[in-house]
């Protein structure tokens, strides 16, 4: 290799720096394209239906009326219902492997939690249709009566609904809390627990006293959850029975905004109806990508107090994470 | 029981919770796992891989037009995430403390959490609309896209674990900054970014929501690149809310291959992590 001079060097150098720094451009220019079509596309809608769009609840593409409360709210209700069961359970699995777990068993633990993540959308909802949603069903009609008759559980029990679809949610969510979790509770210094130790405590103060230093972080985890449960498509849709309607019971066939997107999108046979769905995906992409920075943002700055012990190894774990 | 004892039993109490927590995970996980064995592998034969739909009623028949579609998807999505990913990792990793590249590496996050239906409408709008047909090009971008921020982010983080004295030996003997990113760092790294790669294949291969309105579907054999086709995700979805019983037990041996081979990916990722990890620890 011969030497390029310092000049050439230095121009070479520009170069390389310019030519991939145009590629990590175009990363950013995906997000930009995906924001910039999405609006594009819905702009029929958005100028046509304004505000009343998330306000109202008739869906009648035949009569080109477009409401889309009754998805809004089924989006919204089944990812409460979801963090609502997956959250204890993630923190559960978070502070076990990192506080309590004897050594031996933590990789495989964790690697086995991280596998739920690995597991397909569509092979959730498959084994949703022919497995939970009967198991629902039976449990459903297992229920005394007089608790069938408050608002939480009327409605047919048929098995297909908001409980399965938060059921399948909470398992598909769980791996991404709880490993985020897990991370941060590992950043936590040891000294926050010798101190809580030194003081008397036992070993649930001592955990409470690191959940608290990491507390950001874990909020972080569990907002990151709900991105995920916000956006998640196949599996609801094969559960949740994607009937529009705005109900309180957890038996009631519900709809969520992805899942109307996955049914109708091909159907979608004028522009109007075409805007409205994409729209829908507009609100999706904004809301998750408002919770994905939040998260992120929360996650770091525990992180950055602690940058020194912050693990360096376990590259793909944490770009699993990043996930 | 005075206040120690209630404080110590509390904190079993938490413990054993904590202990539960685990268990309760892993029981779907196991479940799921054992009911796509159980009905997957009766109806797994070589059949599935060699045959093509039949109509329905008719029992029998396989998937060969997914398996090569789901094979063609993916060689698209590579063949669109593996250069970008890899250059903007490399970017990413050499100049990292610059400000675009902190909101590069930011963005690149953030698309990692945005829906996967949503990239099919970004998908559908860039290469259905314009030409009015489903097509496995659009299909093959929108997992393209699903992989681009994994891959980038692995290799950067894979990049910043080759030590700096290889970079620094090769810029002292001349090596301009892209020779020695591009002959010395990325080759040491190459493993790791094969596995990190492997990893994204694992993510997008069983991903269904955005094929639906991109790639579409197609029962029959195509390799044509402008046509719909079909691929193992969707057809699994057709066939599991289809009302037959042969196709739910198609559905089960689909899912049992996607389960297969994002599993293998998995576990194989694994290893050579760890393996790595122990080779960079020495």
Known sequence: MSSPSPGRRSADDRLFRLGTGFFALLVVLLVAGIAFELFRTSRLSIDKFGWAFWRTKVWDPVAGEFGALPFLWGTLYSSFLALLISTPIALGIAIFLSELSPRSLRTPLAFLTELLAAVPSIVYGLWGIFVLVPVVRSLETSLPEWLRKTPLFSGPPVGVGMLSAALILAVMVIPFTSSVAREVLRAVPPTQREAAYALGATRWEAIQAALRYGRTGIIGAVILGLGRAIGETMAVTMVIGNNPQVSLSLFAPQYTMAAVIANEFTEAADDLYLSALVEIGLVLFVVTLMINILSRLLIWRVSRQVRVRTPKAEPLSTAREAA | ?282
Request: aromatic share 10%; charged share 10%; glycine share 8%.
């Open chain 2, 1 to 282: 029981m005075n206040l120690a004892a209630r404080r110590r039993a509390l904190s079993h109490f938490v413990v054993v919770l904590c202990g539960v927590a685990v268990l309760v995970a892993l029981l779907p996980l196991v479940l799921v796992f054992f009911y796509v064995l159980r009905q997957g592998i009766t109806a797994l034969n070589w059949d599935f891989f060699t045959k093509m739909p039949k109509p329905v009623g008719e029992a029998g028949g396989g998937m060969a037009n997914a398996v090569v579609g789901t094979l063609i998807l993916i060689a698209i999505a590579s063949a669109v995430a593996v250069p970008v990913g890899l250059i903007a990792g490399t970017y990413l990793s050499e100049y990292g403390r610059k400000p675009f590249a902190s909101l590069a590496r930011f963005t690149a996050d953030v698309l990692n959490g945005i829906p996967s239906i949503v990239i099919g409408i970004f998908a559908y709008g860039l290469a259905v609309m314009p030409v009015r047909r489903f097509s496995a090009i659009a299909g093959g971008l929108a997992l393209g896209f699903m992989m681009i921020p994994i891959i980038t982010r692995t290799t950067e983080e894979l990049l910043n674990l080759v030590p700096s004295s290889l970079r620094e030996g090769a810029l002292a003997l001349g090596a301009t900054r892209a020779r020695a990113a591009f002959s010395v760092m990325l080759p040491a790294a190459l493993p790791g970014i094969m596995t990190g790669i492997l990893v994204a294949l694992s993510r997008i291969a069983g991903e269904t929501a955005p094929l639906l309105f991109t790639a579409f579907n197609n029962r029959f054999f195509s390799t044509r690149l402008t046509q719909p086709i079909a691929s193992l995700p969707v057809q699994v979805y057709t066939y599991a809310i289809s009302p037959y019983e042969d196709w739910h037990r198609q559905a089960w041996a689909g899912a049992l291959v996607l389960v297969g081979v994002i599993f293998s990916f998995s576990v194989l990722a694994r290893v050579v992590t760890k393996r790595l990890e122990r080779m960079h620890a020495r």
